[in-house]
């Protein structure tokens, strides 16, 4: 009985100290993906991205996401669109909410750091995230 107790004591002040607020400072940037945990449980790593995607928040509840291809001289080749996205705390969590011409969706921010982004999309699909760092070449 103890350690149910002492379980949930530990429980409610993790759940207690998560502030997503936090997270919107982190999200700028660029992100690779290093692993997607499927809704089944089954995941796939990443060792190897053709592309990146680089978020730009402009103030505290709005931003884009863009899709980007890194080149060997150290530039980027960017794809034409750019999903615009809203942010919102709802919950206790960071939602993102995308618009574009095709589509509507939302995305929840699970966690944002300097060093790792995990996101989970409708799909209850994870994807793990790490900071970019582009491959030297000499």
């Given at each position: ?38 809704a ?58 995308y ?40």
């Amino acid at each position: 009985m103890k350690r149910i107790l002492v379980i949930l004591i530990v429980l409610t002040n993790l759940s207690c100290n998560k502030n997503p607020e936090t997270y919107i400072k982190h999200l700028n940037g660029y992100w690779e993906i290093e692993k997607v945990i499927l809704a089944s449980g089954e995941e796939h790593s990443y060792n190897y991205n053709e592309f990146i995607d680089y978020f730009s928040v402009s103030d505290s509840s709005k931003g884009y996401r863009k899709k980007l291809r890194p080149l060997l001289n150290g530039t980027y080749e960017a794809s034409k669109d750019a999903e615009q996205f809203n942010l919102k705390i709802e919950h206790d969590s960071l939602n993102i909410y995308y618009k574009t011409n095709f589509s509507n969706w939302k995305e929840t921010i699970l966690r944002a750091s300097e060093s790792e982004l995990k996101i989970i999309n409708k799909d209850k699909n994870i994807y793990i995230y790490k900071p970019y760092k582009a491959i030297k070449t000499n």
